[in-house]
C-alpha cells in the first residue's frame, strides 16, 4: 500500500501526530500502523483508568530530557484542554491541577480520538510489527515482521519506549533506529516503584501513609516529593516515589529513600506530644505508644526497630533519649534502594532517541522525513500529567510540521 504519511504507533502521540498531520494539510494521506491489535491500548491504563490528561501547572521542572526546546513545543501547541474540547471531551482538573476527561474515562478518551481520526479519514491498519526501514524513490518503505509493506514519503515515529510492556511498547522500535544509528540517551523505567531488600520492609506490606520523601546519595538530598507513600512486600511506591524514580539511572546502587512520616510536624512538637503520650500510656506495652498516630503495622514498625527491645515492655521504661530516637527515625526512615521495578510496572521510560537527533520540528536530522514524537524521545515527565501533556503536544508538533514539509511537494 501507499500513504503519504506513515504514523509508526496508534498511542497518544500516534493518534496526536495523525490528526494533527491531517489537520494541517488535509489532502495528504495519513496511516497509522500498529502493533497490537487495536489502538490505544496503553491510554486505556492511564490515571487508573481515568485518563489523566495533562496538568495546569506545566513547567519545565517537571520534564526531563536531551529534547532542547521540548517546553517551546508545549507552550506552542494546545493544551489538553483545547485539544479535546475540539473533540466535545470538556475537561476537569482535582485540586492538585491533575486533569482529567469530565467522563473520567480513559474509554471515552479514546474512543473521541478514533472518532477524530475517522472523521478526518486517517486509516488504521493493526497487527503491523515494524521490521525494518528502507529508502525508497518516493520516501521510505516500511515492513512489519510478517512481511507487508507500506511506501510512504514521510514517517512519524510515536512507536514509545520500554514501559509497559505487555501494552505494546516493548522498545522494539527504538532498537530498529539505534540500529540504524541514531544516538540514544541511557535508557530505563521512571515513574516506577523503587525496590527494598524484603527484609527491610518485613511487616509494612500493604501501608499507605502520607509523608515526605527524599532521594538521597552519599548523604545529599537530591529532591524531595510529598504524597502518598506505599509500602509493598519488596518496594516503596506512590506517586511521590515514582517522581524520583528517574535517581536510580544515574545513581543505581548509591541511592536511598528518607522517609518523614510526620512533615507536617516538626520535630520539636513531635518531641512533646510523643513525651505527652508515653506519660498518659505508661502502663501499656512499647507496641501501642504510637496506636493512633499510626497504622497499627507502621506504628509498630517504627518502635521495634527503633527500641530493639520486647514490645511487651512498659511505655514506662523510655527515658527522653528513647523519645528523640523514635522522633528521629519517624523523621528520618532510610532505605537503602537495591533496584528499579521491571518494565512491567513502569509508567515511563526515561532516555530514548537523543536530541541532538532531531531539529526544533522534531525531524530526524540524518534522515529528511522521519519525525519523532513522545516516549521514543529522550523526553519525559513526572507523575501527574506530564507525560500524556508531551504525548499531546509533540505528537501534534510532529505531524503539522510533518505535513506542512509536503505541502506542494510532489507525490
Same mark, same amino acid.
Given at each position: 500500500?501507499?500513504?503519504?504519511?506513515?504514523?509508526i504507533?496508534?498511542?497518544a502521540?500516534?493518534?496526536? !501526530?495523525?490528526i494533527? &498531520?491531517?489537520?494541517?494539510?488535509?489532502?495528504?494521506?495519513?496511516?497509522?500502523?500498529?502493533?497490537?491489535?487495536?489502538v490505544?491500548?496503553k491510554?486505556?491504563?492511564?490515571?487508573?483508568g481515568?485518563?489523566?490528561?495533562? /496538568?495546569? @501547572?506545566l513547567? $519545565?521542572e =517537571?520534564? =526531563?530530557? /536531551?529534547?532542547?526546546?521540548?517546553?517551546?513545543?508545549?507552550?506552542n501547541?494546545s493544551?489538553?484542554?483545547?485539544?479535546?474540547?475540539?473533540?466535545?471531551?470538556?475537561?476537569?482538573s482535582?485540586e492538585?491541577g491533575?486533569?482529567?476527561?469530565?467522563?473520567?474515562?480513559?474509554?471515552?478518551?479514546? %474512543?473521541?480520538?478514533?472518532?477524530?481520526t475517522?472523521?478526518?479519514?486517517i486509516?488504521e491498519?493493526?497487527?503491523?510489527?515494524?521490521?525494518e526501514?528502507?529508502?525508497?524513490?518516493?520516501?521510505?518503505?516500511?515492513?512489519?515482521? /510478517?512481511?507487508a509493506? !507500506?511506501?510512504c514519503?514521510?514517517?512519524?515515529? !510515536?512507536?514509545g519506549?520500554? #514501559?509497559?510492556?505487555?501494552?505494546?511498547?516493548d522498545?522494539?522500535?527504538m %532498537?530498529?533506529?539505534?540500529d540504524?544509528?541514531y544516538?540514544? #540517551?541511557?535508557?530505563?523505567?521512571?515513574?516506577?516503584?523503587?525496590?527494598?531488600?524484603p527484609?527491610?520492609?518485613?511487616?509494612l506490606?500493604?501501608? %499507605?501513609?502520607k509523608g515526605?520523601?527524599?532521594a538521597v546519595?552519599?548523604?545529599?538530598?537530591?529532591k524531595?516529593?510529598?504524597g502518598?507513600?506505599?509500602f509493598?512486600?519488596?518496594?516503596?511506591?506512590g506517586?511521590?516515589?515514582?517522581?524520583l524514580?528517574?535517581?536510580?539511572?544515574?545513581?543505581?546502587v548509591?541511592?536511598?529513600?528518607r522517609? +518523614?512520616?510526620a512533615a507536617?510536624?516538626?520535630?520539636?512538637?513531635?518531641? +512533646?506530644?510523643?513525651? %505527652?503520650?508515653s506519660?498518659?500510656?505508661?502502663?501499656?506495652?512499647?507496641?501501642?505508644l504510637?496506636?493512633?498516630?499510626?497504622?497499627?503495622?507502621?506504628?509498630?514498625?517504627?518502635?521495634?526497630?527503633?527500641?530493639?527491645?520486647?514490645l511487651?515492655?512498659?511505655?514506662?521504661?523510655?527515658?527522653?533519649?528513647?523519645i528523640?530516637?523514635?522522633?528521629?527515625?519517624?523523621k528520618?526512615?532510610?532505605?537503602?534502594?537495591?533496584?528499579?521495578? @521491571? *518494565?512491567?510496572?513502569?509508567?515511563?521510560?526515561?532516555?530514548?532517541?537523543h536530541?541532538?537527533?532531531? +531539529?526544533?520540528?522534531?525531524?530526524?536530522?540524518? +534522515?529528511?522525513?522521519?519525525?519523532f514524537?513522545?516516549?521514543i524521545l529522550?523526553a519525559?515527565?513526572d507523575?501527574g500529567?506530564?507525560?500524556?501533556? *508531551?504525548? *499531546? $503536544?509533540?505528537g501534534? *508538533?510532529?505531524g503539522?510540521?510533518? &505535513?506542512r $514539509?509536503l505541502?506542494?511537494?510532489?507525490?
Amino acid at each position: 500500500m501507499y500513504t503519504d504519511i506513515a504514523v509508526i504507533g496508534g498511542g497518544a502521540s500516534g493518534l496526536a !501526530a495523525a490528526i494533527g &498531520a491531517k489537520t494541517e494539510n488535509p489532502v495528504l494521506s495519513v496511516t497509522v500502523f500498529e502493533k497490537l491489535d487495536r489502538v490505544g491500548k496503553k491510554l486505556l491504563s492511564t490515571g487508573n483508568g481515568r485518563c489523566n490528561l495533562s /496538568s495546569r @501547572s506545566l513547567v $519545565s521542572e =517537571h520534564y =526531563h530530557g /536531551s529534547v532542547k526546546n521540548l517546553m517551546e513545543i508545549i507552550k506552542n501547541t494546545s493544551s489538553a484542554e483545547e485539544f479535546f474540547m475540539t473533540m466535545g471531551v470538556p475537561v476537569i482538573s482535582d485540586e492538585q491541577g491533575r486533569m482529567y476527561p469530565r467522563s473520567e474515562s480513559a474509554a471515552a478518551v479514546l %474512543r473521541s480520538l478514533r472518532m477524530r481520526t475517522s472523521e478526518l479519514g486517517i486509516t488504521e491498519v493493526c497487527g503491523f510489527e515494524l521490521a525494518e526501514i528502507r529508502r525508497s524513490k518516493r520516501g521510505y518503505i516500511i515492513t512489519s515482521k /510478517s512481511g507487508a509493506t !507500506a511506501e510512504c514519503r514521510c514517517i512519524i515515529a !510515536a512507536a514509545g519506549g520500554y #514501559a509497559a510492556p505487555q501494552l505494546g511498547t516493548d522498545g522494539s522500535v527504538m %532498537r530498529i533506529f539505534r540500529d540504524m544509528g541514531y544516538k540514544t #540517551a541511557k535508557i530505563c523505567p521512571a515513574v516506577a516503584p523503587l525496590k527494598v531488600s524484603p527484609d527491610k520492609l518485613k511487616g509494612l506490606k500493604g501501608v %499507605r501513609v502520607k509523608g515526605a520523601v527524599s532521594a538521597v546519595s552519599g548523604g545529599k538530598i537530591l529532591k524531595t516529593e510529598q504524597g502518598e507513600i506505599q509500602f509493598t512486600e519488596s518496594a516503596l511506591s506512590g506517586i511521590c516515589v515514582f517522581n524520583l524514580a528517574r535517581f536510580f539511572n544515574e545513581y543505581e546502587v548509591g541511592l536511598a529513600l528518607r522517609l +518523614d512520616l510526620a512533615a507536617d510536624i516538626e520535630k520539636a512538637e513531635l518531641i +512533646d506530644y510523643l513525651e %505527652r503520650v508515653s506519660t498518659q500510656r505508661a502502663a501499656y506495652p512499647l507496641e501501642e505508644l504510637l496506636t493512633g498516630f499510626f497504622p497499627k503495622n507502621l506504628a509498630v514498625y517504627l518502635v521495634k526497630n527503633t527500641f530493639n527491645r520486647p514490645l511487651t515492655e512498659k511505655i514506662s521504661t523510655l527515658g527522653k533519649r528513647d523519645i528523640i530516637a523514635l522522633a528521629d527515625r519517624i523523621k528520618s526512615l532510610e532505605f537503602e534502594i537495591s533496584g528499579c521495578s @521491571s *518494565w512491567n510496572n513502569a509508567q515511563v521510560t526515561a532516555g530514548g532517541i537523543h536530541g541532538s537527533c532531531v +531539529d526544533n520540528e522534531l525531524q530526524s536530522v540524518r +534522515d529528511r522525513g522521519i519525525y519523532f514524537c513522545g516516549e521514543i524521545l529522550d523526553a519525559d515527565g513526572d507523575c501527574g500529567g506530564y507525560n500524556l501533556q *508531551w504525548a *499531546w $503536544s509533540s505528537g501534534l *508538533w510532529a505531524g503539522s510540521n510533518c &505535513a506542512r $514539509s509536503l505541502k506542494g511537494a510532489k507525490r
